[in-house]
């Protein structure tokens, strides 16, 4: 990395404060031609800063972080102005003629990951914390950020070597005539390796979906209340409620949190027969948010014994969990079932024990507000976990078989699928994805 990149480090748009920030050999020099005098690291410097005909383009600070002391690992300089988008793009084409060049999405992090300032788990932290919808949310990427999850794999890495190195040496002295599959000290640390590994997918899975949040449909006939649930969940006259069937013909979403976790709450076109061509797309549409789901939401109003949760079920692919409920409870009284809850979308009765009850059912509710341990991850962690999963049980398989080499490999793999987490191993390809995803000046 011999050349030097700059970019605007601070949201577009006008603001009170501007920071473009440099990283690479030529950060000093193009600091150089800002202030004259000598450069003290970590010191703010007030300056004017000029274009190429010596015209004052703006005035503020210059902080210079010398190498290796830096984010990135380099010397870094960060320029502070006000926050005209104007004087910040006239300031950072003065930087690109001193020599530097225009950053890509997420190459201050990615130059911070390859010169072992961060592993990609906390660099990937890094656009978890700026992308934070909740406190809770924030709180877990800081924790990956401070390197909690990564020492959490490093242990399973640990217990993983121990074993495959263990299994080897047996390899290696076939003459000792211990067979693999009664030796006592591969079986505890099978059990203490599975343990680590089958935890921590655990906690994974709760990270990553703080992260990504949940993503739940609202399923029924028409007039079950499908729109005023929305608008109460959401706090927000978001769709249109009317008592004519057939109101909602589009899909309609909204943002919401539930005890410090993100939900896209969905509201759909009433699910029946139609020669409407319009509500027949509407329907359609529905049947798709439903395939994408994480959880739905089966909605029947106590007053529509047409209609029962059975049906609605056949809609539902089979894996998809799903919540019945009977709203309308204010205004008529209905038998239910232990599966079954009542609310009313009018009086607001049964609706925190419906939020609670998403939570549960899609193992959210230790992942909110109250979470102090959970840590941020994502959907290539929790594959990554459960492709070491799988590798190990095949390696366990081998090992019953007597067949030791075959069980080594199966583990070698497994510890190539755990290093990719924190980028001990991993593909370019994987890295330009992770970090086009980042914001330029990140």
């Known amino acids: 990395m011999t050349d030097t990149i700059a970019a605007i480090a601070t949201a577009a748009g006008a603001g009170g404060v501007g920071i473009i920030r440099i990283s690479g050999v ?7 031609a800002f202030f004259t005098k000598p450069l003290r690291p970590r010191y703010a410097h007030f300056t004017e800063f000029r274009d190429a005909h ?84 924030a709180a877990a990427a800081v924790r990956s950020l401070e390197g909690e999850f990564s020492r959490h794999v490093e242990r399973v890495l ?52 703080l992260r990504d949040g949940l993503y739940v449909v609202i399923i029924g ?79 029947l109003g106590a007053d529509q014994s047409d209609f029962s949760f059975a049906d609605l079920h056949k809609s539902l692919p089979p894996s998809l969990k799903h919540i019945c409920v009977r709203n309308k409870a204010d205004l008529v009284q209905t038998s239910l079932t232990d599966e079954t809850l009542a609310i009313s979308t009018l009086t607001g009765s049964g609706l925190s ?5 998403i939570l549960a059912m899609t193992g959210s509710e230790l992942v909110g507000e109250g979470s102090a341990g959970t840590f941020s991850a994502r959907t290539r962690h929790v594959q990554a976990l459960e492709m070491a999963q799988s590798q190990l049980a095949k390696a366990q398989s081998w090992l019953v078989a007597e067949q030791g080499e075959l069980a080594a ?34």
Request: hydrophobic fraction near 45%; proline fraction near 3%; aromatic fraction near 4%.
């Open 221 to 299: 006939p028409p007039n079950a209340g499908k729109s005023s649930l929305l608008n109460v969940l959401a706090q927000n006259d978001r769709a249109i409620v009317t008592p004519i069937a057939g109101t909602t013909r589009d899909v309609l979403r909204e943002q919401i949190t539930i005890n410090g976790v993100p939900v896209t709450l969905v509201d759909t076109a009433g699910l029946r027969e139609s020669a409407d061509m319009i509500e027949a797309e509407g329907i359609r549409r529905a049947r798709l948010e439903v395939a994408r789901a994480d959880l739905a939401i089966l909605l």
């Open 54 to 137: 010596g015209v004052e383009i703006d005035h503020g600070l210059l902080l210079y972080f010398q190498a290796p002391n830096s984010f990135t690992g380099e010397d870094v300089v960060e320029l502070q102005v006000h926050g005209s988008p104007v004087a910040l793009a006239m300031l950072l084409r003065r930087c690109f003629q001193l020599g530097a060049r225009h950053a890509r999405a997420g190459e201050f992090t990615e130059r911070a990951f390859l010169n072992q300032k961060l592993d990609l788990a906390q660099a990937e932290a890094v656009a978890d914390l700026i992308a934070a919808q909740s406190e809770a949310a």
């Open 353 to 357: 024990e419906l939020c609670n009850k």
């Open 158 to 209: 640990v217990e993983l070597t121990e074993l495959r190195t263990y299994v080897e040496a047996l390899i290696d002295f076939p003459e000792e005539d211990i067979t693999f599959s009664h030796d006592r000290q591969i079986t505890a640390r099978n059990l203490r390796l599975n343990a680590l590994l089958a935890n921590l997918l655990i906690q994974t899975k709760r990270g990553q979906r």
């Open 26 to 32: 030529a950060a000093r020099a193009i600091a150089a």
């Open 409 to 442: 490999e199966e583990m070698r793999l497994a510890q190539i699928s755990l290093s990719e987490i924190t980028g001990a191993f991993s593909a370019d390809d994987l890295l330009g994805k992770i970090f086009s995803s980042f914001c330029i000046g990140k």
